[in-house]
């Protein structure tokens, strides 16, 4: 399973915030990843610092004007991570493409273009069932619900399950439910916790146990551009979505607990030479991002994601500015 659609009719849920800090941090381990910004709102294009007034190409030229994907893949602050742009011109799309041929179809021949360059692709949807989500739907292999843990959460999600059923019967028998992301989850609150429960009871081990919490890092990151793991490393925000990750790395590649686990002792070495950071720093690095990965024993790709981000070439190479990482692990020492 490689392409995933972020799917939820109800608006808000964190739909966006989950596509694109999963995404961030599936790069962050050297899986190369896209995320295809699906939603006229354009809420990932912007969180990832990409201004929606100044694109040359989008997702509307790609899937309504048959332009190459080629030209609308932007790079991001973090090297393994692409994005394919929007803005509200792709709101004209789902008008136009309901007389065109094939219509539910053009993203999956859209993705096609780019499958060999990629180990996953993300694309997260508007909050609707309209045929943008419905082209996702065709596109995609796996589902990725997010459900907010409040009044109403599963309200929609019957209608969700109807959609998905005859997407499979009439268009793409392989598509699956990957996975229900439990989002802004409070364990002190009581609705919750029932939320948490009932969601659980009914798509059991569907439901990833890294719970989202309500953070405000995760809702202050995106008005600067920036994942959470670029934004505030040590928030509780970045550390639950590095758990989601390590998680979603333990289901969908389940050969890699074969491989080895990463040289740390190497890691701690690049670090103190390089005088990006102290000791204390690393170690609480670490603590709050590595483990999680190496916990999971999941190391395809060999390096762990502190060793990818703040590696000293890497800095050089990427447009990681020392200021930023610096500010992120200062904060919070
Ligand atoms: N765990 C969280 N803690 C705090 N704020 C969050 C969290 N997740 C998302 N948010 C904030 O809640 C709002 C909605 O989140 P998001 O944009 O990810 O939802 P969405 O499902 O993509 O919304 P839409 O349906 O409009 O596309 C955003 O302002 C976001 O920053
Ligand atoms: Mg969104």
């Not at 030209?71 to 742009?85: F, G, M, N, Q, S």
């Not at 639950?240 to 389940?254: D, Q, W």
Request: charged fraction near 20%; aromatic fraction near 6%; hydrophobic fraction near 35%.
């Amino acid at each position: 399973m490689k392409t995933f659609a972020l799917v939820n009719q109800k608006g808000g849920v964190g739909k966006t915030t989950t596509a694109l800090n999963l995404a961030a941090c599936l790069a962050a381990t050297e899986r190369r990843v896209l995320l295809f910004d699906l939603d006229p709102q354009g809420n990932a294009t912007s969180g990832l610092g990409v201004n929606k007034n100044d694109l040359k190409s989008t997702t509307y030229d790609v899937i309504v004007k048959n332009q190459p994907i080629s030209e609308a893949i932007l790079d991001t602050k973090i090297p393994d991570l692409k994005i394919v742009p929007t803005n509200t011109q792709l709101v004209a799309a789902e008008i136009e493409l309901v007389s065109a041929f094939s219509r539910e179809r053009r993203l999956t021949s859209v993705l096609s273009q780019c499958e060999n360059d990629f180990d996953y692709i993300f694309i997260d949807c508007p909050p609707s069932l309209g045929l943008l989500t419905v082209n996702a739907l065709s596109a995609a292999q796996g589902i990725l619900v997010p459900v907010q843990c409040e009044y109403y959460a599963l309200e929609g999600l019957s209608e969700l399950t109807q959609t998905i059923e005859m997407i499979q019967k009439h268009l793409n028998p392989q598509l699956e439910t990957a996975g229900i992301i439990l989002t802004m989850y409070d364990g002190r609150n009581n609705l919750s916790r029932q939320v948490a429960e009932e969601v659980e009871a009914f798509f059991q081990d569907k439901v990833f146990s890294a719970k989202i919490p309500r953070n405000v890092k995760l809702s202050e990151s995106p008005s600067h551009g920036l994942p959470i793991l670029l934004y505030d490393a040590f928030s509780k925000g970045a550390e639950s979505y590095m758990s989601l990750t390590a998680e979603f790395i333990h289901r969908f590649e389940p050969n890699s607990e074969q491989n080895e686990t990463p040289k740390e002792d190497q890691t701690i070495q690049n670090y103190t030479q390089n005088h990006i950071m102290d000791h204390k720093a690393y170690e609480a690095i670490e603590n709050t991002i590595h483990q999680e990965i190496v916990q999971a024993n999941h190391t395809t790709h060999s390096d762990p994601l502190s060793q990818k981000i703040y590696k000293d070439d890497e800095i050089t190479d990427s447009s990681i500015s020392l200021d930023e990482i610096n500010r992120a692990i200062g904060e919070n020492l």
